[in-house]
């Protein structure tokens, strides 16, 4: 059986996705919040034989831009209105059997206690289809709505990430999978040999256990994160099974690609067993030239205002002060996502963009790569992708919604099933098993 392409689509609980054009779209619905939205995805992605959706999140509204909530309210930028993930993807897994559901979660506040319950109880209330995406946070208005003054350091903030996966790992494997016995007869619950305190004492966390829900359908949620910085891509090689990328150019991705797979061994880990996703937004047309006229028309409803309202989080930078025809290379590193604005400013090198010229490509998809064209050529390019190792799957980022999914489940995925690179059908009801990785998680680590 030849290799298959993996789908994922992308998904916040606001009504900016990716793109600040995306709630300003004629055809984006105009209704939120509104679960009937959300079902209607996931029976659309589920339908497309995708094998996730998931939801980033962010736990503050973005004050960054003029430290002021205002620019962002009346530009809707993305998260500024923002319900919780885990509550949507329940209401998704109702609607559908097979499409696994990724919710970000932070490790820098909260305790894994509290984390490790909900995600073993979402395992059992999707039966087996629910992934974490791993976040160390990025600003200090999530740090402020936590009672916080400031973001902790990056360096200190992944040292904090080890130490929570390893007090999760530990509860939920505190429940061995055969502990629960159920016989009514005897009167015997679960068998107490199976049921363990993990007795964890670390330097930030101490938790003495067991996990009060039994051992879930994949033994914990599969592991998502998107890490770029060198800290980043190593907690990837000791964590992650999924690992999402954003990078717009081909030379980026295929370095990537390759970068976190010798990672991955070097932690001896079996490449193969971690997914690499590139994002990707499409513009979908019976010709090239209507996909581009669609690709334009999104383009032009871009303020790059919001977009610097949005990159000001990411890179942690007042763009109010700055001028919006200055050079990019003045903004200076003050700690924010590496990985971010080391995309932005090889942009700009390559480019010679203004601040203005950045705010607009990150408003017209926080730096994503756009892809236009037919279904065929669409197609082309994620074959191309694949075949060319820049990644084992894909997260589609719609344009707007509904329909931006409709069209590629209706039009592109019938082309790939076609040339035999994606399912025809599920293998599984568990993502994991969907994704190609072991039934059960290893809980070891």
């Not at 061994?265 to 047309?285: L, N, V």
């Not at 334009?296 to 930078?317: E, R």
């Not at 399912?423 to 039934?439: A, D, I, Q």
Request: no cysteine.
């Amino acid at each position: 059986m030849s290799k298959k392409l993996h789908l994922a689509g992308y998904l916040n609980p606001s009504p900016t996705l990716h793109s600040d054009a995306s709630w300003k779209h004629p055809r984006a619905s105009q209704k939120y919040p509104d679960p009937k939205i959300y079902q209607d995805v996931a029976r659309t992605l589920e339908r497309g034989f995708f094998d996730f959706v998931f939801f980033a999140d962010v736990l503050s509204a973005p004050l960054r831009y003029g430290d002021s909530i205002k620019p962002a309210v009346e530009k809707g930028v993305q998260f500024v209105a923002s319900l919780d993930p885990s509550y949507i993807a329940l209401t998704m897994a109702n609607v559908t059997r097979h499409l696994g559901l990724g919710v970000t979660r932070t490790t820098t506040y909260g305790h894994p206690f509290d984390l490790a319950r909900s995600f073993a109880t979402l395992d059992h209330l999707t039966e087996g289809r629910i992934a974490w995406n791993v976040v160390t946070s990025v600003s200090n208005s999530e740090a402020q709505n936590y009672g916080v003054e400031r973001l902790l350091d990056h360096s200190v903030r992944y040292e904090r990430a080890h130490e929570f996966l390893e007090a999760a790992f530990k509860l939920w494997s505190s429940w061995e999978p055969d502990a629960l016995i159920l016989d009514k007869e005897k009167g015997i619950f679960a068998d107490p040999e199976k049921v363990h305190p993990v007795n964890f004492n670390g330097k930030w966390f101490k938790t003495r256990g067991p996990l009060t829900v039994p051992h879930s359908p994949q033994g914990r949620p599969a592991i998502m994160q998107a890490g770029s910085s060198d800290r980043g891509r190593d907690f990837a090689a000791k964590w992650a099974e999924v690992v999402f990328l954003i990078d717009p150019t081909e030379e980026g991705r295929r370095k990537h690609y390759k970068d976190v797979k010798s990672r991955l061994a070097a932690a001896g880990r079996d490449p193969e067993g971690t997914k690499i996703f590139p994002a990707f937004i499409p513009f979908i047309g019976e010709t090239e030239s209507i996909a581009r006229e669609k690709q334009a028309f999104h383009n032009s409803l871009v303020d790059p205002v919001a977009g610097l309202i949005g990159l000001a989080i990411q890179l942690d930078v007042d763009f109010s002060k700055y001028s919006l025809d200055e050079p990019f290379e003045n903004v200076p590193d003050a700690g924010g996502i590496q990985g971010m604005l080391n995309i932005a400013r090889k942009l700009s090198k390559k480019d010679n963009l203004t601040i203005g010229d950045v705010g607009r490509l990150y408003g017209e998809g926080t730096l994503l790569p756009q892809i236009a064209g037919t279904p065929k050529q669409i197609a082309d390019h994620l074959e191309h992708y694949f075949k060319d190792e820049q990644g084992d799957g894909f997260i589609i980022s719609p344009a707007y919604l509904p329909g931006s999914f409709q069209e590629f489940t209706d039009f592109v995925v019938p082309e790939l099933q076609h040339r035999g690179l994606l399912r025809t059908r599920y293998e599984s009801t568990t993502l994991r098993e969907n994704l190609g990785l072991s039934p059960k998680a290893d809980l070891s680590r």
